[in-house]
């Protein structure tokens, strides 16, 4: 081989090291871009679940604090309906008390 011909050899060998090389780096550019688009696309779905979660966390606050609300007041009214009860039963015992009494005389 001539000087020539090693020096053309090695030219043409780092030319074609070189368009590989920009070869590979154009498709590393490309998957980069393809993989910020779906890295922007996910955060989008990320916040917007996160919206929905605290959405749906708000209203099942808003309806448990409803329930417990309603449920303090059954157990008020079953308080009171027991506090009746026991009243009623000790006026039943008083008239009865009260009607044996007259009977006896």
């Known amino acids: 081989m001539f000087p020539s011909q ?7 060998t780092l030319e074609s090291k070189v368009k590989a090389a920009e070869q590979q ?9 393809t993989l ?3 890295n922007q696309d996910l955060n989008a779905t990320r916040a ?3 919206r929905e979660a605290e959405s749906q966390t708000r209203s099942l606050q808003d309806m448990l604090s409803k329930v417990r609300a ?5 157990l008020k009214k079953a308080q ?5 009860e026991m009243t009623a039963k000790e006026e039943l015992k ?3 008390f ?8």
């Open 25 to 33: 780096v154009a498709q590393y550019k490309s998957q980069a871009s």
């Open 48 to 50: 917007k679940i996160a």
């Open 94 to 96: 008083e008239q009865a």
């Open 70 to 74: 309603e449920l303090d007041e059954a």
């Open 80 to 84: 009171t309906s027991a506090a009746a």
């Open 36 to 38: 910020q688009a779906l």
């Open 98 to 105: 009260l009607a044996k009494e007259v009977i006896a005389l």
């Open 6 to 12: 090693t020096s053309d050899e090695f030219k043409r």
